[in-house]
Structure formats: structure tokens, C-alpha cells
């Protein structure tokens, strides 16, 4: 079985708090490998997740949230490239939007989700961003209040949908951070590099929320094992017997 981790992210920036990202963690759609945890009570209503993701291919799931088809969240990348999010709530699809930008190349994306459904105007009450950069969504926009699932006493996912093997992620997903209770815009998780002109991954320093974690994948600890200190471990399922770091600054 070949080694599961790569590095997305080299090299060192004079921005305060920039981080570097040592490796990734693999997905491989036809062994349909993912990471689960069932969550707590927390808040479904507010809530951020930031990720980089690489990916291979379309129509995927990249995270959802539910134990049956009938309540859940989800989100990934559809068959044109675009990235989608949904609530289905008692078998209802009460919110579906789709990114205007399409992403088909095969370089990393830094995504990141908030959640802030109890927000007074409904276009703020889910926001995309990639790349630093606030998406523009069509679609079915949120409800007042809405629970999402995420933060659920449920199944959470990673790598496909969270109640069935169906859409399976294959690519790459490093430094992911799922903070509960907080709806937190980009410039806490990434920054824009002024040498570069680039968008640059940040260490989040702030509190995390009952179900929240930060995932590095980067072969620091165990495939799933949280490191913000808050215990919300994830049990990897499909990986084999290897967790070894490849060589960290060698990209493929």
C-alpha cells in the first residue's frame, strides 16, 4: 500500500503567526477511506470549518454531518467543479447553494465554511471563501435559524458523505479546523502573502467549542488524532496498517 501523506505547503513567511503545513493526508475514492467521529451537542446553528483541500477529479463529498439521508449536512465538489453545501432537514432540502467560480485545476484550495444561521440579513448566514477570497453562492439560501446538523450528536465525516459510501473524496486534506459556536471569516485561519501575492495558511489560535478540533494531517500524531487539545479524537476507516510521514517536501 503506498504511503498515505504529501506536502501541499512549503516554505516559511515573515507574516505573524504564518504556519507551515509538513504534509497531507491521501484519499482514494475506489478504497473509499475516510474519518469519522460522532459529535456532541453543540451548536448546529454557528459554527466554522477551514480546510485545504487537493483534489482529483469532481462530484465528492468533501464533509457531512447526519446518521441517515433524511437529516444531514454536506459539502464538496459537484460535477462542474463547483463546490456545494446543503441542509436536508426531515427529508426537506431547506438550503442548497453552488459557487458562481468553478475549481478544475489540480492545485491546493484553502476552504473555509461559516455557519451563522441565526444572522439577521440571509446572505450572511452562510459564506463560503476559497483562497481568502468570499464566494459568490446561488441557489436556496438559509433559513432563520437553521440547524445544519454539524455539531449534531451524530455521525461527522470526512472524505464522503457522513451515512453512506456513495461520493467518495479522492485527493489530498491538510490542517483542518472545525471551530463550534464561532462564525469566524478567513483571516483567522490564512493571509494573503505580500511577497507572493499568495494565499498562506495561519494557526489558528483561538478556542475551539465543545466539538470543535484541528486536524494537521500532516503525520505529526495518528490519522485522526485531534491536536487542539479538546480530545475530539476521529477514527480513521479504510487506511490500512500505514500512518507513516512520507517525505514531507516532496509533493505529488
Given at each position: 500500500?503506498?504511503?498515505?501523506?504529501?506536502?501541499?505547503?512549503i516554505g516559511q513567511s515573515a507574516a505573524?503567526?504564518?504556519?507551515?503545513?509538513?504534509?497531507?493526508?491521501?484519499?482514494?475514492?475506489?478504497?473509499?477511506?475516510?474519518?469519522?467521529?460522532?459529535?456532541?451537542?453543540?451548536?448546529?446553528?454557528?459554527?466554522?470549518?477551514?480546510?485545504?483541500?487537493?483534489?482529483?477529479?469532481?462530484?465528492?463529498?468533501?464533509?457531512?454531518?447526519?446518521?441517515?439521508?433524511?437529516?444531514?449536512?454536506?459539502?464538496?465538489?459537484?460535477?462542474?467543479?463547483?463546490?456545494?453545501?446543503?441542509?436536508?432537514?426531515?427529508?426537506?432540502?431547506?438550503?442548497?447553494?453552488?459557487?458562481?467560480?468553478?475549481?478544475?485545476?489540480?492545485?491546493?484550495?484553502?476552504?473555509?465554511?461559516?455557519?451563522?444561521?441565526?444572522?439577521?440579513?440571509?446572505?450572511?448566514?452562510?459564506?463560503?471563501?476559497?483562497?481568502?477570497?468570499?464566494?459568490?453562492?446561488?441557489?436556496?439560501?438559509?433559513p432563520d435559524s437553521q440547524d445544519t446538523?454539524?455539531?449534531?450528536?451524530?455521525?461527522?465525516?470526512?472524505?464522503?458523505?457522513?451515512?453512506?459510501?456513495?461520493?467518495?473524496?479522492?485527493?489530498?486534506?491538510?490542517?483542518?479546523?472545525?471551530?463550534?459556536?464561532?462564525?469566524?471569516?478567513?483571516?483567522?485561519?490564512?493571509?494573503?502573502?505580500?511577497?507572493?501575492?499568495?494565499?498562506?495558511?495561519?494557526?489558528?489560535?483561538?478556542?475551539?467549542?465543545?466539538?470543535?478540533?484541528?486536524?494537521?494531517?500532516?503525520?505529526?500524531?495518528?490519522?485522526?488524532?485531534?491536536?487542539?487539545?479538546?480530545?475530539?479524537?476521529?477514527?480513521?476507516?479504510?487506511?490500512?496498517?500505514?500512518?507513516?510521514?512520507?517525505?514531507?517536501?516532496?509533493?505529488?
Amino acid at each position: 500500500m503506498s504511503r498515505v501523506f504529501v506536502a501541499p505547503i512549503i516554505g516559511q513567511s515573515a507574516a505573524s503567526g504564518a504556519q507551515v503545513i509538513d504534509g497531507s493526508l491521501k484519499f482514494d475514492s475506489v478504497a473509499k477511506n475516510r474519518i469519522d467521529r460522532t459529535a456532541t451537542s453543540g451548536s448546529g446553528t454557528t459554527w466554522t470549518l477551514a480546510l485545504w483541500v487537493k483534489k482529483q477529479g469532481n462530484d465528492c463529498h468533501v464533509f457531512g454531518a447526519g446518521d441517515v439521508s433524511t437529516d444531514r449536512f454536506g459539502f464538496g465538489f459537484n460535477g462542474s467543479d463547483k463546490i456545494f453545501a446543503f441542509v436536508i432537514d426531515s427529508n426537506s432540502t431547506v438550503f442548497s447553494i453552488t459557487t458562481s467560480a468553478v475549481f478544475r485545476d489540480n492545485g491546493w484550495y484553502h476552504i473555509v465554511l461559516v455557519a451563522d444561521t441565526t444572522n439577521g440579513t440571509q446572505a450572511n448566514r452562510f459564506k463560503v471563501y476559497v483562497n481568502g477570497v468570499l464566494q459568490t453562492v446561488s441557489g436556496t439560501l438559509m433559513p432563520d435559524s437553521q440547524d445544519t446538523n454539524v455539531n449534531s450528536a451524530v455521525t461527522h465525516t470526512i472524505g464522503r458523505r457522513s451515512y453512506t459510501d456513495s461520493d467518495p473524496f479522492a485527493g489530498r486534506i491538510t490542517n483542518a479546523y472545525l471551530i463550534d459556536g464561532q462564525a469566524l471569516d478567513e483571516s483567522y485561519f490564512g493571509f494573503t502573502d505580500g511577497l507572493t501575492n499568495t494565499w498562506k495558511p495561519k494557526k489558528y489560535t483561538g478556542t475551539f467549542g465543545t466539538n470543535g478540533f484541528w486536524l494537521p494531517m500532516d503525520g505529526s500524531a495518528s490519522i485522526g488524532k485531534d491536536q487542539s487539545g479538546q480530545g475530539n479524537d476521529w477514527t480513521p476507516v479504510n487506511f490500512g496498517g500505514s500512518l507513516e510521514l512520507d517525505n514531507p517536501n516532496v509533493s505529488g
